[in-house]
């Protein structure tokens, strides 16, 4: 499941993400960013993840489809999460994207918003 967060404000969306991610869901979300881009120019992003959640393989192509089509367009992607990996997901994508991607422990979102927020 992924619901947005009342903490969106413009092009700074914010979502949580618990247990499993349809394609169904994931083709809202994509859809939402898509306008959210056309509106701003730009997006940024804090994902709070409550565990490591589970995505149907064809959510996941979706995904990486978008963030090719849309890569110069995320200008930051806060990853709030207490889970091991995910540390070192963010550090790959920042890596190999132009996306600026940091990974905040769960005690630490509202330094993250405050990351995603500034500049």
């Given amino acids: 499941m992924i ?5 969106s404000h413009e092009n700074i969306l914010e979502y949580e ?3 499993k991610l349809t394609e169904e869901e994931n083709e809202q979300v994509l859809d939402e960013v898509r306008q959210y ?3 701003y120019g730009k997006v940024r992003f804090l994902v709070r993840l409550k565990d490591m959640p589970h995505t149907e393989l064809s959510a996941i192509d979706d995904r990486l ?8 367009q995320i200008e930051k992607y806060a990853l709030v999460t207490d889970y091991d990996a995910a540390e070192y997901i963010g550090k ?10 940091r990974q905040f422990a769960k005690d630490e979102e509202e330094m993250a918003r405050s990351w995603v927020r500034e500049g």
């Fill in 3 to 7: 619901r947005k967060l009342e903490t």
């Fill in 17 to 19: 993400v618990i247990d």
């Fill in 37 to 39: 881009i056309r509106k």
């Fill in 65 to 72: 489809k978008f963030a090719k089509e849309h890569m110069s």
């Fill in 92 to 101: 790959f994508a920042d890596k190999l994207t132009s996306i600026n991607v």
